[in-house]
């Protein structure tokens, strides 16, 4: 062992950084609830090191030999999950931009029996060689988007259809093409993780540091009646469950998006923890333990050898270099679904804009709709009908000539026979400009949002007058 420690130290060009500065895309996924498929690479480059003085291959069972990453099991999803043909994804070209779709699985549908799961974490992480950037995007999971080949409906439902129908590539397939539609980037590979492949990881390196920022209740999953913990405030070591626990924690003030937050500090914390030096021969001398665990806990479409080649390259990035972003409550409005479901509405622009942070060291990866709110919103030309349910008459009409003005796409004004105190707002049809300033315009409240169900109708947007609009003194 001596030799090949030795030996790994003195090809530092190719190894040093692989395991000492692993960046973002190496062993810190596995750990982080992001579910690394490069350390898939990377351990497997450490067994053959360990297992070989001279530096040729050990042998390898013929199973081990030819076990690509696409056919790892998943043992959290019993194997249903798993799509029988790969999806079609954009290949990378071995020199450019290269980006990963990370998936988690809703550990509460396999809890109450049913056959497909709805993802429950969805990260990008990209990497570009050529300016040696990197980043990691969250995206909530309640995101209301268009699916393809479905109508609207919540961003981490994809996965659920793309299993359900048995569609190509199943739900990885249709997660990817949903996300590639949604924020217009193309994904080269995805990664699905079973949870207990990220517990036992984190237990191998000895747990992960975290500065908890306030008192947090968390949920361990498998633990009996004691699944319950409170973590205080300040530094501490968690072991795997905890960190899992930890990363998944929904039921804080700010919900998902805390649990955004929470995800991309354990990441960064594995990231340090792989980058301390005491680490190195500890993680050399569990090389083929940890190669084992990514082995049976990962499922993706990318080789081994591409998962080899990216770690490399994702160990010349230095950590200044590596963008964080989460799509929050500032790039979303919030509404609710035509089941009464608490929805995220984007605002397309502010996602992209962060989308341009993330996936480009300058400019923009596609043109944004261009002008003012007002100038997309007529460019966007969507028809608008306008119901009027407050306690004054002609008010709909009084309005519709308001907005015409504005340069509104109004279609249609009726009185409603049901009388309404607030107005509200019912998108059908997933208009992002015009749906922002009408909420702008008319100070309408967040609750009072929806989505509709008639995505192919005559109307794209539902306007539905209050008592509340009567009293603001705005209308002429």
């Not at 790969?86 to 988690?104: K, S």
């Amino acid at each position: 062992m001596a030799y090949q420690f030795e030996r790994l130290l003195s090809g530092i060009e190719k190894y040093e950084s692989v395991l000492i500065r692993l960046g973002l895309a190496g062993l810190i996924f596995i750990a982080a609830v992001v579910f690394g498929l490069v350390g898939f690479g990377v351990a497997h480059e450490l067994v053959l090191l360990s297992k070989s003085p001279s530096g040729s291959s050990p042998q390898l069972s013929e199973s081990q030999a030819a076990l690509p990453a696409s056919q790892a099991s998943n043992a959290a999803a019993g194997g249903q999950s798993i799509p029988e043909v790969e999806p079609e994804m954009t290949p990378w070209d071995g020199a450019g931009r290269v980006t990963i779709l990370l998936l988690g699985l809703d550990q509460r549908d396999w809890d109450t029996g049913r056959d497909y799961s709805r993802s429950d974490t969805m990260l990008l992480l990209t990497l570009d060689p050529l300016s040696q950037t990197a980043g990691i995007l969250s995206v909530p999971r309640d995101l209301w988007v268009a699916i393809p080949g479905f109508k609207h409906g919540k961003i981490n439902t994809a996965y659920y259809l793309g299993a359900a129908y048995k569609l190509p590539g199943g739900g990885p397939g249709l997660a990817v093409n949903t996300v590639e539609q949604f924020l217009g980037v193309p994904i080269n590979y995805y990664a699905q993780i079973d949870f207990g492949a990220f517990v036992q990881f984190i237990d191998e390196i000895g747990g992960v540091k975290i500065d908890v920022p306030e008192a947090i209740t968390i949920d361990l999953l498998g633990s009996g009646s004691a699944t319950k913990k409170t973590l205080q405030p300040g530094v501490q070591v968690l072991p795997g469950e905890w960190a899992l626990a930890y990363a998944r924690a929904r039921y804080t003030e700010g919900g998902d998006f805390d649990r955004a937050k929470r995800q991309q500090q354990v990441i960064m914390g594995i990231r340090d923890r792989i980058l301390s030096l005491d680490m190195l021969p500890i993680v050399l001398n569990k090389a083929a333990t940890l190669y084992q665990q990514l082995a049976s806990g990962i499922h993706t479409n990318m080789s081994l050898d591409e998962a080899t080649k990216l770690s490399i390259l994702a160990s010349q990035i230095p950590r200044e270099n590596i963008r964080q972003g989460i799509i929050g409550k500032d790039r979303v409005l919030f509404g609710r679904s035509p089941d009464d479901l608490s929805i995220l509405i984007p605002l397309i622009d502010k996602i992209h804009l962060l989308r341009d942070e993330i996936f480009t060291s300058s400019g923009a990866l596609g043109s944004l709709a261009p002008g003012t709110d007002q100038e997309r919103m007529i460019a966007e030309a969507a028809r608008v009908s306008i119901q009027n349910g407050s306690a004054h008459p002609g008010l709909g009409q009084e309005t519709a000539q308001y907005l015409q003005g504005l340069g509104v796409n109004v279609v249609g004004v009726n009185e409603s026979a049901q009388r309404t105190t607030l107005t509200a707002i019912i998108d059908n049809s997933g208009r992002p400009y015009t749906l922002g300033y009408l909420v702008e315009s008319l100070a309408i409240k967040p609750a009072r949002i929806s989505a509709g169900v008639a995505s192919d109708g005559p109307v794209d947007i539902e306007l539905i007058l209050g008592d509340d609009w009567a009293a603001s003194g705005l209308v002429p």
